[in-house]
């Protein structure tokens, strides 16, 4: 009786081994992007499980975006290696089931987005990164009249403003809040009266332009400060808005 329990546990493990045998692979760099594994059967073998485990361990590698399953004659397993996009969805959702307030969110980038700042200033590759700054707020401008092309475009800019800043764990991070970022944004802007809304959007334009010239200057002090207090303004503004949590913004289409 004791036997037959451990052996079922063995067998409901088995499919989570192998998922994370393969995840390994991918992360590690030892399977790359549009590798292919080889059809089931020939998976089925190399493991030594059932079909239905494998499918199983499949199953739990594509839900996490690791691998695509092509079905038919010509199918067959493709890995994906993981990206931003995929950690940034899987973040969203995390926020949404803990029903995390927005203030945490724009806390969180409040923290972040000024030390980026203040490292660009300070980095010898300042000026290639305030031109590429400067083409996103471009796209800002030439976005003011539409909400949910100029929420994209505004997120883009802060996004890149901390992977310009060089740290890639801070980077990372941002990337993770981009989906909330966006659609805060939008819902301010579709929310707003249109006369209200164009003045927020060009004030923050303004505000930018303000902090590029800063980070040309190499002024690392007051290039902080000031996105520091931009910042704060900015979440004053966000969180004027209805949605309070992560998860009534989340419901808000785009």
């Given at each position: 009786m004791g036997t037959r329990k451990h052996d079922g546990a063995q067998l409901r493990e088995k499919p989570q081994l192998i998922a994370d045998e393969l995840r390994a692979s991918i992360v590690s760099g030892e399977l790359s992007e549009g590798d292919w594994l080889g059809h089931e059967p020939d998976l089925v073998e190399r493991f030594g499980v059932s079909r239905p485990s494998l499918r199983e361990a499949l199953r739990?590698?594509?839900a996490e975006g690791f691998i695509t399953v092509m079905r038919g004659v010509h199918g067959g397993v493709i890995v994906h290696e993981p990206d931003e996009r995929m950690t940034a969805r899987t973040?969203?959702?995390v926020l949404q089931a803990r029903n995390v307030a927005l203030s945490d969110v724009f806390e969180a980038r409040a923290q972040i987005e000024p030390?980026?700042?203040?490292?660009i200033?300070?980095?010898r590759r300042r000026k290639?990164?305030?031109a590429e700054l400067r083409m996103l707020v471009a796209e800002e401008e030439a976005a003011l009249g539409d909400p949910v092309a100029f929420g994209v475009a505004n997120a883009?800019?802060?996004e890149r403003l901390v992977a310009l800043g060089e740290n890639q764990t801070l980077a990372i991070v941002a990337e993770m809040l981009n989906e909330i970022v966006?659609?805060?944004v939008t819902a301010v802007s579709c929310s707003a009266d249109v006369v209200g809304s164009l003045r927020t959007r060009r004030r923050g334009i303004a505000s930018q332009h303000h902090l590029l010239n800063l980070l040309e200057a190499g002024d690392a002090t007051a290039a902080e400060e000031h996105w520091r207090e931009h910042m704060?303004?900015?979440g004053k503004v966000m969180l004027g808005q209805d949605a309070a949590t992560v998860v009534a913004l989340l419901d808000h289409h785009r």
């Open positions: 739990i590698l594509e973040a969203a959702m030390l980026a700042a203040r490292a200033a300070g980095s290639s990164a305030v883009a800019f802060h966006v659609r805060a704060a303004i900015v």
